[in-house]
């Protein structure tokens, strides 16, 4: 099982403008072999339910991991919590992270989690979940009225897992690019409604719709894989925020290093290298169901895959607790 890193409270961000081939550690990066992981799983629970809990096995550590994880995830929330998932190079995972994460909360969850494509040209969060609605953000935003939820409900999609999403605009050769008094109203109806939504963000980070997006942000998810082209974007995306106002957002940055083939750089470098200016880094393995592309279901996630997105979820809700924040009542 890959290990999280949290970085200490006492740090120095890295200079905003900083060249980054000239950071040692990331030329060191180039160097580091591939890495891999294995996962196991217990039997206490089908001893307890064959016979019907005449003998019921004491929990393991691994069970009480896994216990205890649920408990983070179901924390509760106080106020609102908005997070954006960003990356600057395409085809790193950052829609299927944006649907895992989804996910993960809502299967654990009773509160209400949404998640809404806010990619300006063509979004295709709603290509990875079956019957999609074909409403749009846009089309939300330019509704009659969405006072109740039912209302907002007719412009998602929804999961088995109770997830609903929000689509972005289906076709590229005639859409017109969201604008960001568009995503603010939308966010906006969401907020009566919701209480964790997840914003699904376009490549480009000079994109009118990514600022408004970036200052309602509780948190930022930033998704890169093993390769060290994506892990320089990352590193080039920590010093845009840095140098363009975000300076506040990088600390709080969780990364998650998305493991699409088997093969790239060693984990712990990454995480090494990120956790000196993130709050965590997270290592989601390959997983042959995200590979393919298309709708994803929890249960055909690998256990390790599974395990991997609930430490994700239970380290994004340790930051639910009651705080001052723009969004709390």
């Known amino acids: 099982m890959d290990t999280v890193f949290r970085h200490s409270d006492a740090f120095e961000l890295s200079p905003p403008r900083a060249e980054l081939n000239r950071h040692p550690a990331l030329a060191d990066l180039a160097q580091m072999p591939p890495s891999s992981g294995r996962n196991r799983s217990g039997w206490r629970r089908w001893v307890h339910r064959a016979t019907a809990g005449v003998i019921s096995p004491k929990e393991s550590a691994s069970a009480r991991e896994l216990r205890l994880l649920r408990e983070r995830v179901r924390q509760p929330a106080h106020g609102d919590y908005s997070i954006a998932v960003v990356s600057v190079k395409g085809g790193v995972g950052k829609t299927t992270t944006t649907m895992c994460l989804g996910l993960t909360f809502a299967e654990h969850r009773s509160d209400r989690v949404v998640a809404l494509d806010a990619n300006p040209d063509f979004g295709t969060l709603s290509t990875r979940v079956a019957s999609a609605n074909p409403a ?54 969401l907020r009566r409604h919701y209480t964790l939504s997840l914003t699904d963000c376009g490549t480009g980070l000079s994109q009118p719709v990514m600022e408004p997006i970036f200052r309602q942000a ?76 298309s709708i994803i279901d929890l249960d055909s996630l690998h256990p390790a895959t599974t395990r991997a997105y609930l430490e994700l979820a239970a380290m994004i809700a340790d930051d639910f607790a009651p705080r001052s924040g723009r969004h709390c009542s």
């Not at 050769?173 to 008094?181: D, F, H, I, K, V």
């Not at 060693?266 to 995200?290: K, N, S, Y």
């Open 136 to 189: 749009t953000l846009r089309d939300l935003v330019e509704a009659p009225t969405t006072e109740r939820y039912t209302q907002v409900r007719a412009y998602a999609s929804q999961t088995v897992n109770r997830l609903d999403i929000i689509a972005g605009e289906h076709d590229p050769s005639t859409a017109t690019a969201l604008r960001g008094e568009e995503y603010l109203a939308g966010l906006d109806i």
């Open 218 to 293: 509780d948190c930022i998810i930033l998704v890169t894989t093993p390769a060290l082209d994506g892990v320089k974007s990352a590193w080039t995306t920590l010093d845009w925020l840095a140098a363009h106002g975000f300076e506040d957002l990088v600390p709080s940055t969780v990364v998650v290093v998305n493991t699409l083939t088997r093969s790239g750089l060693e984990h712990e470098r990454i995480t090494a290298l990120f956790g000196q200016r993130c709050r965590a880094v997270q290592v989601i393995p390959h997983d042959a169901h995200i590979a393919q592309g």
